[in-house]
């Protein structure tokens, strides 16, 4: 990595993953309470590597010309950390796969869900077919369903 910028002197002594880190020394066998310099140097070392990433995506961004960072411009900043870029790689297929579900699990129950709620909506709003017969109608789909 190039050598570490200054930190702002705003954020000079915050702890920004400071239970994290807590918990992750545990996992690694530490004490349950470790000591609040380790956490303090472990946070800055931390800190600097994700200010670091970021700049060195932001540059990869620019050199494309564009303003905003993009998933791949990271992927070029971590590209000689084989292991690193496994592990984002994994997450991020990982997260797609997720999405994916999460969207068939969306259409499969949605659309009668959705066809139901525009129903007691319009019942309750007074459009329509009318309070009575909306709300009738979607009693009479309940009772279908429970069948």
């Known amino acids: 990595m190039?050598?570490?910028?200054?930190?702002?002197?705003?954020?000079?002594g915050q702890l920004n993953f400071e239970s994290e880190?807590?918990?992750?020394?545990?996992?690694?066998?530490?004490?349950?309470?470790?000591?609040?310099?380790?956490?303090?140097?472990?946070?800055?070392?931390?800190?600097?590597?994700?200010?670091?990433t970021c700049h060195q995506a932001a540059r990869s961004a620019s050199y494309s010309r564009r303003q905003?960072?993009?998933?791949?411009d990271f992927k070029f900043a971590i590209r000689n950390d084989?292991?690193?870029?496994?592990?984002?790689?994994?997450l991020l297929g990982m997260d797609k796969e997720l999405k994916e579900a999460k969207k068939l699990f969306d259409v499969e129950e949605g659309r009668a869900g959705l066809e139901r709620g525009k129903i007691?909506?319009?019942?309750?709003?007074?459009?329509?077919?009318?309070?009575?017969?909306?709300?009738?109608e979607v009693q009479m789909d309940e009772d279908d369903e429970e069948q």
Request: hydrophobic fraction near 35%; proline fraction near 4%; avoid cysteine.
């Open 82 to 90: 084989e292991a690193l870029l496994g592990r984002v790689q994994d």
């Open 68 to 72: 905003k960072i993009k998933v791949d």
């Open 120 to 136: 007691e909506k319009e019942a309750k709003e007074g459009k329509g077919r009318g309070k009575r017969k909306a709300a009738k």
């Open 21 to 52: 880190l807590r918990a992750l020394l545990y996992a690694f066998g530490d004490d349950q309470d470790p000591l609040p310099e380790t956490i303090r140097v472990l946070d800055e070392i931390v800190t600097d590597f994700i200010i670091e």
């Open 2 to 12: 190039t050598e570490p910028r200054a930190r702002a002197a705003r954020h000079k």
